[in-house]
């Protein structure tokens, strides 16, 4: 059974830094793609990052380029590194797996349970 598990959250001051680690277990992304989503209270689950585990190609929403910085590690340790953080980056971050690069919700087929980020202003 294939899971992820993310931590790193936490309560920041904005224009702080926060570093996300997801780790999978029960199979591997080596040939596949991993995202980061986030969902802020009563909003729709976003797009914020996503890695193809292959070739390192990166693609991120523009409410974070420049800021945010997605990795992995090895063949199971996904990492997003967040800086100059804003009040409005506040929700819960999600890692998830899919075949190929995504922007949607639906192309991935699985899902951490979250890890929540919360920025003071």
């Known amino acids: 059974q294939v899971q992820l598990v993310e931590s790193g959250g936490g309560l920041v001051q904005a224009g702080d830094s926060l570093r996300l680690s997801c780790v999978v277990s029960?199979?591997?992304?080596?040939?596949?793609?991993m995202g980061w989503f986030r969902q802020a209270p009563e909003k729709e689950r976003e797009f914020v990052a996503v890695?193809?585990?292959?070739?390192?190609?990166t693609h991120y929403a523009d409410s974070v380029k420049g800021r945010f910085t997605i990795s992995r590690a090895n063949a199971n340790t996904l990492y997003l590194q967040m800086n100059s953080l804003k009040p409005e980056d506040t929700a819960v971050y999600y890692c998830a797996g899919g075949d190929v690069p995504h922007t949607s919700v639906a192309g991935y087929k699985y899902w951490g349970q979250g890890t929540q980020v919360t920025v003071s202003s």
């Open positions: 890695i193809n585990w292959a070739d390192g190609y």
């Open positions: 029960g199979r591997t992304f080596s040939r596949f793609a």
